[in-house]
């Protein structure tokens, strides 16, 4: 299981990363207010789930608020370098805040599920 969570939480990562970086072209997108910033925080607090499963699990040695910052860090570094690197993605604000939120969810997703279940 330690194996598995690491390997979810950096493959949640890096299709994080590569899905902030593509080109959207033939995506529908939901004509919905803010269907965008709902993505962020299901992302991001699915990713922020593995990542602090596999921190409680393997074990590792670093405080639990620098993983937390690490995450949030990633985002903002996404927003910067869809600005920087790309010509068809926008950076947003709104998004880091959308990213924060749901790194949020997630840590309160992994006290309920270790709370009923893992007790790690």
Same mark, same amino acid.
């Given at each position: ?28 997108? %939901?004509?919905?207010?803010? *269907?965008?910033? @709902?993505?962020?925080?299901? &992302? ?5 789930? $593995?990542?602090? =499963? ?30 920087? %690197?790309?010509?068809?993605? *926008?950076?947003? @604000?709104?998004?880091?805040? &959308? ?5 949020? $969810?997630?840590? =309160? ?12």
């Amino acid at each position: 299981m330690e194996r598995n969570s690491l390997f979810f939480a950096i493959g949640c990562s890096v299709l994080i990363l590569v899905l902030s970086l593509i080109k959207m072209d033939g995506i529908p997108n %939901l004509k919905y207010a803010y *269907t965008d910033k @709902f993505e962020h925080v299901f &992302a991001y607090a699915t990713m922020t789930f $593995f990542w602090v =499963l596999s921190y409680q699990l393997n074990k590792i040695k670093v405080r639990l608020v620098v993983l937390i910052l690490s995450i949030v860090l990633f985002g903002a570094i996404i927003e910067i370098m869809q600005v920087k %690197l790309t010509a068809y993605r *926008t950076g947003d @604000f709104l998004d880091i805040a &959308a990213n924060s939120i749901g790194i949020l $969810f997630g840590c =309160l997703f992994f006290k309920l599920v270790n709370r009923i279940y893992l007790h790690v």
